[in-house]
T-cell receptor
Framework: SQQGEEDPQALSIQEGENATMNCSYK?????LQWYRQNSGRGLVHLILIRSNEREKHSGRLRVTLDTSKKSSSLLITASRAADTASYFCATDSGNKLVFGAGTILRVKS | EAGVVQSPRYKIIEKKQPVAFWCNPISGHNTLYWYLQNLGQGPELLIRYENEEAVDDSQLPKDRFSAERLKGVDSTLKIQPAELGDSAVYLC???????????FGPGTRLTVL
């Protein structure tokens, strides 16, 4: 079973635009992580936000976490064609990551 | 630093045949995970090892799936016999004690005909 649900399922934008993906989950968590997966490849860790944090930045990535709403968002600013990939949120409730179904992002050049 | 290595990358077999996947984690990582990823879905945990001990195998279908991690380094995941519904990508990941980040291998894409 998957806890996280990403929204939207798919997103298509022009290069240079910002991309926002949302994740909702059901149970309390220790942290929430975002991963990227290029077609036919393994997952790559992007960023981790702990349950006592509200916002975190890493380069062009900005993640927010609202534990009262059990939701998180990932913002990619100034998108590039190379950002085209699937993005997954994963919740950690204690030694176990539970992944959502992912958002497919396509950045058109 | 070398990443997580998996082999083979692709495997095509007929149903009822056995199949095995191999994973070599990042050196020094004591935690190893096997995930199943169906098309269009996120990975789902099959089994987690701490060193050579399987500490969470609750999602592993034990009637046909087995795994081992001898000496607490490399790991093998086996399916016997394979069924059509086992067609998926099998991902291996590893992490270091106390770290929350998992490092994934490229996966093995299994097709069962």
């Amino acid at each position: 079973s998957q806890q996280g649900e990403e929204d939207p399922q798919a997103l298509s934008i022009q290069e240079g635009e910002n991309a926002t993906m949302n994740c909702s989950y059901k149970t309390s968590i220790n942290n929430l992580q975002w991963y990227r997966q290029n077609s036919g490849r393994g997952l790559v860790h992007l960023i981790l936000i702990r349950s006592n944090e509200r916002e975190k930045h890493s380069g062009r990535l900005r993640v927010t976490l609202d534990t009262s709403k059990k939701s998180s968002s990932l913002l990619i600013t100034a998108s590039r064609a190379a950002d085209t990939a699937s993005y997954f949120c994963a919740t950690d409730s204690g030694n176990k990551l539970v992944f959502g179904a992912g958002t497919i992002l396509r950045v058109k050049s | 630093e070398a990443g997580v290595v998996q082999s083979p990358r692709y495997k095509i077999i007929e149903k009822k045949q056995p199949v095995a996947f191999w994973c070599n984690p990042i050196s020094g990582h004591n935690t190893l995970y096997w995930y199943l990823q169906n098309l269009g879905q996120g990975p789902e945990l099959l089994i987690r090892y701490e060193n050579e001990e399987a500490v969470d195998d609750s999602q592993l279908p034990k009637d046909r799936f087995s795994a081992e991690r001898l000496k607490g380094v490399d790991s093998t995941l086996k399916i016997q016999p394979a069924e059509l519904g086992d067609s998926a990508v099998y991902l291996c990941a590893s992490s270091s004690g106390g770290q929350d980040t998992q490092y994934f291998g490229p996966g093995t894409r299994l097709t069962v005909l």
